[in-house]
């Protein structure tokens, strides 16, 4: 199953990058993350870290865990998430973050978060599916209740009026 979902925001593109490549703060916000474990920090290129991590989650009755590669790029603004282990026969994930301009003068961030899984059993498949686009923006939306806790609302409009 494949998503897309683009939100517009009034934050800095390097605000957000920054937001969602600390990962090890997920738990405090994502309420279905119950728990992570990030490890093998390293600088693969100038402006390029990747990381590994593992997320425990919890929905209702159901219990996972699961392992990524994290691939954070500050000089391209781009997270990319790829399956290490876990219940998953496939998963990846990216978040671009794009300047938004009017008239020649930024005015926040495109947010783009792709989505790409399936899960090795049909049956779990099926029932995390039927929502699926539901929970993405809900996921998404997590985020964007972390930005305005951390960087206050709508920060470029602010400074914009001035």
């Not at 309420?31 to 992570?36: N, S």
Request: glycine share 6%; net charge positive.
């Amino acid at each position: 199953m494949r998503h897309t979902l683009v939100r517009r925001l009034d934050y800095t593109p390097e605000q957000l990058f920054a937001m969602v490549g600390d990962v090890e703060r997920y738990p405090e916000f994502v309420p279905w993350i119950t728990g992570l474990r990030a490890w093998n920090r390293r600088d693969a290129a100038e402006g390029v870290t990747t990381l590994d991590a593992e997320a425990k989650v919890r929905f209702h009755i159901l219990r996972e865990r699961f392992a990524t590669r994290v691939r954070l790029d500050a000089n391209a603004l781009a997270i990319d998430v790829s399956l290490l282990s876990g219940p998953f026969r496939r998963l990846k994930n990216r978040w671009r973050f794009r300047p938004r301009l009017e008239g020649g003068k930024a005015v926040g961030c495109e947010l783009v978060f792709e989505i790409d899984f399936e899960f090795g059993s049909r049956l779990l498949h099926g029932l995390l599916t039927a929502n699926f686009d539901r929970a993405v923006a809900r996921l998404v939306g997590c985020f964007e209740r972390r930005a305005e806790a951390l960087y206050g609302p709508a920060p470029l409009a602010e400074a914009i009026a001035q």
